[in-house]
């Protein structure tokens, strides 16, 4: 019986056929894969709007108990305030020193629930930036005459250098005196001896630097990085005197950002701080005329 010949190994047809056949599952297999990413950003999508919707519940949680715990507050230093200037009548030196207390611990939660709120507003996209132009002098003298109640009743002396040959500024003042306040707030708070010293220098030809710099307890070169993050808080013996959120410097940087510029420290341990800010001279907007 003969022998079915086989084809040859250059048959063209064949040749079509098997490459028809690999084409094929190759298509096969890329339509699956394809479908396989489909389905896996499909589901990303989800986990995103997941994400974005817990974030907003949380700013508006935040935003929400924030407005509810001032009414509270202001109530409890209202008559704080009464008590202690003695409207109902004389309190002993012990009652003055408790009421002193009670409006001492009023401030402070009424300070976290400020930053709490700062806070919602920035994640929510709520804040909003009113540029003006300033003078540098009247920014310090009213950091200056806002800190002076609170630096007569301690060692620490606040300095105030005055700004030379600084031009006026074209920037949002609430948001960059916010930046300081906090700055000089927490070199009050870890500085008990010495000095805090705050001071303004053209950096280059556009941006100015303010630094705000203390002969406190320092801070180790390795927590820097994350001093700027919210919540976060210096491990000390001292902090754990100290009350606060840990979002004062969090907040810095970011109505910094918002301000095109950007914070930053300088710290050696048992020396001191210099915490600073650089931003434009005139923030990157159309400014309205100076008259």
């Known amino acids: 019986?003969?022998?079915?010949?086989?084809?040859?190994?250059?048959?063209?047809s064949a040749l079509i056929a098997r490459l028809q056949s690999e084409t094929a599952a190759l298509r096969a297999e890329l339509d699956e894969t394809n479908q396989g990413v489909l389905a896996l950003y499909a589901e990303l999508d989800n986990q995103a709007e997941e994400l974005r919707q817990a974030s907003d519940l949380k700013?508006?949680?935040?935003?929400?108990?924030?407005?509810?715990?001032?009414?509270?507050?202001?109530?409890?230093?209202?008559?704080?305030s009464l008590l202690s200037d003695?409207?109902?009548?004389?309190?002993?030196p012990e009652q003055h020193k408790q009421v002193t207390f009670v409006s001492t611990a009023a401030r402070e939660l009424s300070d976290m629930v400020d930053d709490l709120l700062d806070l919602a507003k920035i994640e929510a996209g709520r804040i909003s930036i009113s540029p003006a132009w300033?003078?540098?002098?009247?920014?310090?003298?009213?950091?200056?005459?806002?800190?002076?109640p609170i630096v007569d009743a301690s060692a620490v002396d606040l300095i105030f250098e005055e700004p030379m040959g600084l031009p006026r500024l074209f920037t949002d003042d609430k948001k960059l005196a916010q930046i300081l306040r906090n700055f000089i707030a927490n070199s009050l708070k870890f500085t008990t001896r010495?000095?805090?010293?705050?001071?303004?220098?053209?950096?280059?030809?556009?941006?100015?630097?303010?630094?705000?710099?203390?002969?406190?307890i320092g801070i180790a070169a390795e927590l820097h990085g994350a001093l700027f993050e919210d919540f976060s808080q210096v491990d000390s013996p001292l902090q754990k005197r100290l009350r606060g959120t840990g979002l004062g410097l969090s907040l810095c940087k970011r109505f910094a950002a918002l301000l095109g510029g950007e914070v930053?420290?300088?710290?050696?341990?048992?020396?001191?701080?210099?915490f600073f800010v650089i931003i434009p001279l005139a923030i990157a907007m159309e400014p309205a005329d100076e008259t």
Not at 134 to 148: E, K
């Open 134 to 148: 300033f003078d540098m002098l009247d920014l310090f003298a009213a950091l200056r005459g806002m800190f002076r």
């Open 264 to 274: 930053g420290v300088e710290s050696t341990p048992g020396v001191g701080s210099t």
């Open 194 to 216: 010495g000095e805090v010293r705050v001071s303004a220098r053209l950096e280059g030809t556009n941006f100015v630097r303010f630094a705000v710099s203390d002969t406190g």
């Open 59 to 80: 700013s508006r949680f935040l935003s929400y108990m924030s407005h509810e715990f001032r009414t509270p507050l202001g109530s409890i230093l209202s008559i704080a």
């Open 86 to 92: 003695e409207l109902d009548g004389p309190l002993s």
């Open 1 to 12: 019986m003969a022998e079915t010949p086989s084809l040859a190994p250059d048959d063209p």
